[in-house]
C-alpha cells in the first residue's frame, strides 16, 4: 500500500505516468467514469479548504465513487480529544482511501504508520502540499510543454508556503531549472530548503525583494499569499501582506509566453485586472487540479482501466 506524503515518494517516471494519465482523464473522462465504483474516499479536513477538498471530492464523485468526511475540526471527535492516529484507524473502516490536511507538520505522517487504507497528504502546516505540487506540475507541462529548461520565480510567502517548499522539491529533479525567490527579508525561504535542496543539488537560483526587477526574466511567475494563519504577531502580517500586488503594469514587463501560477486562495497579490490577461493560468491550474487528483485517486487504488 502507497501513500503520498512528498512529491518525491513518486520518482520521475512514475510522476510522468501519473501526469500522463491525467492528460488522458482530461481527454476522455467518459473512460473513466465508472472506474471507482464502489469505493469510498474519505476526506478530513482538520484546516480550511476550499480546492483541495472540493476537487479531491470531485475527483472521486467523477471517478463513479463515493465520499465522506469533515471539513472542520471542530465538528469531529477531535474537538474532544481523539488523535489523529485513533481517527484514521476508524476511517480505515469506512474508506478505501483518504486526505488530510491538518495544521500540525507531520499528522498526515502519523496517520499513514497506523492506515488502513492509502493516507494523501492534503496540506500539513507549513509543511508540505504534494497534490498542489502534482497539479502545479501538470499545469506548467501541459501549456508549457515541459518541465525542465525552466525559470521559476516564486513570490511572496516562501517562508511558510508549503506549496512553494512541495514545488521546489519536485523541481529540483529536472534539468536547467533555475529559481528566482522574491520575498521581503522576513518571508526568505527556509535555510534547510537552501541547504538540504537546493546547494545539495547544485540548482541555480537567486534571492531579490523588488518583483519588477526579475518579471522580463521568468518562464513562469508563481504568486503566493502571505497567510495570516501562520504568523505569530497580527501587526507583522498587516505590514507584510500587501508587500507584493501583480497588476497590469508588472505584466507589461514580463514576456509574451510567461505564466502566471497561483495555487490560490489570493487575497490581494494578484490584483483582478490580471484575469484577463491570457497569461493568467490560475483558474486553467484550478481544473488540472481534477484531473490530477482523479489520477492520483486511480493510481494509489491500483485501479487500471
Ligand atoms: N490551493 C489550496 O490548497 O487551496 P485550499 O486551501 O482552498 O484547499
Redesign the pocket.
Known sequence: MRHLMSPLDFTVEELDRLLDLANDIERNPEKYAHACAGKILATLFY?????????FESAMLRLGGQVLGFSNAASSSAAKGESVSDTIRMISCYADICAM?HNKEGAPMVASRVSGVPVIN??DGGHQ?PT?TL?DLLTIRSLKGRLNRLTIGLCGDLKFGR?VHSLINALVRYDHISFVFISPEELRIPDYIREDVLDAKGVSYREVERLEDVMGSLDILYMTRVQRERFFNEEDYVRLKDFYILDKKKMKLAGPDMLVLH???RVNEISVEVDSDPRAAYFRQVQF?VYVRMALILTLLEVNI
Open positions: 484546516e480550511p479548504s476550499t480546492r483541495t477538498r472540493l476537487s490536511r492534503a496540506g502540499h498542489q497539479t506549496t495555487p490560490l486562495p487540479g
